[in-house]
């Protein structure tokens, strides 16, 4: 039997307009999952950081299918990692009575996903041969 080979790619979102709190919750849904059923589960999300999860997802598998030197089998892509932390912090002021500022943080979220794929397993010529004079041998 074959080994098949597991090739990992990742990417970074940085600054997520969104709290890393909420932002999580939209990660947690499609943690461990296979690509395909993670972006149509994020499509029909109704929350704002899905989009940006949905991007950051995209973007390692596409990392992963043109950055490899070899072909990669989309269907066995799936989300090997994903972590959602606290970006930079941007600090506000809200007006308030009495000619009063007060303080308040705008807080982004950086968004990491690491995705696995299978090779594609290729038939040479050699590995046809062999199973052609394996299969005559058995008759």
Known sequence: MAESNTKFARAVI???DSQPRKTNVVASLVR???????????????R???????????SATANLL?????????KTIRIARIS???GTRMRRYVPASRGRALPFEKISSNIFVEVAGEEK??????????SETNEKENK
Do not use: C, F, Q, W
């Not at 999952?33 to 999300?45: Q, S």
């Not at 704002?48 to 995209?58: L, P, Q, S, W």
């Open 121 to 130: 397993v290729k038939k040479t010529a050699a590995n046809k041969s062999a």
């Open 66 to 74: 043109n950055n490899s030197s070899v072909s990669i089998d989309p």
């Open 84 to 86: 959602v932390t606290a």
């Open 14 to 16: 940085k600054g997520v």
């Open 48 to 58: 704002r950081a899905a989009r940006a999860v949905r991007k950051a997802i995209e």
């Open 32 to 46: 461990d999952r296979y690509v395909a059923d993670a972006v149509i589960i994020l499509e029909n999300t109704p």
